[in-house]
Every structure is written in C-alpha cells, then in structure tokens.
C-alpha cells in the first residue's frame, strides 16, 4: 500500500504527536469501514512530514474525484447491462 516509503518512515514522528506508522494503520481503517480499495505509491520524498502530508491529500483529492457526480448521468449510475 505504501510503496516508496523512506526507511524509518513509520518511526518519524510527525507534527509531535503523529508516527509515520500511523499512516499506514489510518488509511487501512478508512478502506476496510467504506468497503473501499486503495492502490497508493510513493514516488519520490525526503522528508516524512511531506511524505505523509502528500499522501493524505493525494486520497482527499482522489476520494473527491470518485463521489463527484458526473454531469452526463441522468438518475442512478450503473454499469449494470453493459458489461
């Protein structure tokens, strides 16, 4: 889930109350609460601060793009029938 990762990444404390490694455990909750499915690689990145500030609006923004109603789509959207 977290490919890219700087080693030591889940021991940096971030912010003063926050460990690297609990970004890892925070998007596992989300997706296993709303039953959805999460890909998220980390290219490129020194400072974990960033890394993880990078990560967590990375999926908002994702997260918005999917629930965003399409202007094309009159009533309920379904891939029912076409597939």
Partial sequence: MHGG???GQEYHLIGGH??????RHVF?????HAGICLHMNVIAGR???HIVEA???AFARAL???VEPDPRV?????TKGAL
């Fill in 55 to 57: 990560q967590f609006k």
């Fill in 28 to 32: 596992e909750a989300i997706t296993l």
């Fill in 74 to 78: 009159e009533g309920i959207p379904s």
């Fill in 18 to 23: 926050f460990t690297g490694s609990l970004t």
């Fill in 5 to 7: 990762e700087p080693a």
């Fill in 64 to 66: 918005r793009a999917a």
């Fill in 47 to 49: 400072d974990p601060h």
